[in-house]
């Protein structure tokens, strides 16, 4: 096995990043696999940030929700923030409570063994 062989190669990484902010905004916005890469080229044009550090501050503003713990220096980050930080503001919906799970008794198994 080469060196070259156990290296990450820069392109994958690179294209799964792409990837995972392509599915992050197919998740959030409904659109389709176009639609979410042409919208990541001309953000990261219009702000002047690379493609693939944009997309990687998308990926990391959907993993962590968190915006106060992210780099304010960072270019990307920041366009990130101004273009798609709305969906992330939203107040996650509330999980259904869940209902009390129903002991079974010796009677009970005995009903449903009998077919009864």
């Known amino acids: 096995m080469s060196i070259s062989d156990r290296l990450p190669d820069a392109r994958r990484a690179g294209a799964r990043i792409l990837d995972t902010a392509e599915g992050v905004l197919i998740a959030l916005r409904g659109c389709t696999l176009n639609q979410a890469f042409v919208e990541i080229v001309q953000t990261a044009k219009r702000h002047?940030?690379?493609?693939?550090?944009?997309?990687?501050?998308?990926?990391?503003?959907?993993?962590?929700?968190?915006?106060?713990?992210?780099?304010?220096?960072d270019a990307?980050?920041?366009?990130?923030?101004?273009?798609?930080g709305h969906f992330f503001d939203q107040t996650p919906p509330r999980r259904p409570a869940q209902l009390p799970s129903r002991q079974l008794h010796d009677e009970d198994v005995d009903e449903f063994a009998s077919g009864a």
């Open 48 to 73: 002047n940030v690379s493609t693939l550090s944009l997309a990687d501050a998308l990926v990391a503003i959907a993993q962590t929700q968190a915006f106060q713990n992210v780099d304010d220096a």
């Open 76 to 84: 990307a980050f920041v366009a990130a923030r101004a273009t798609w």
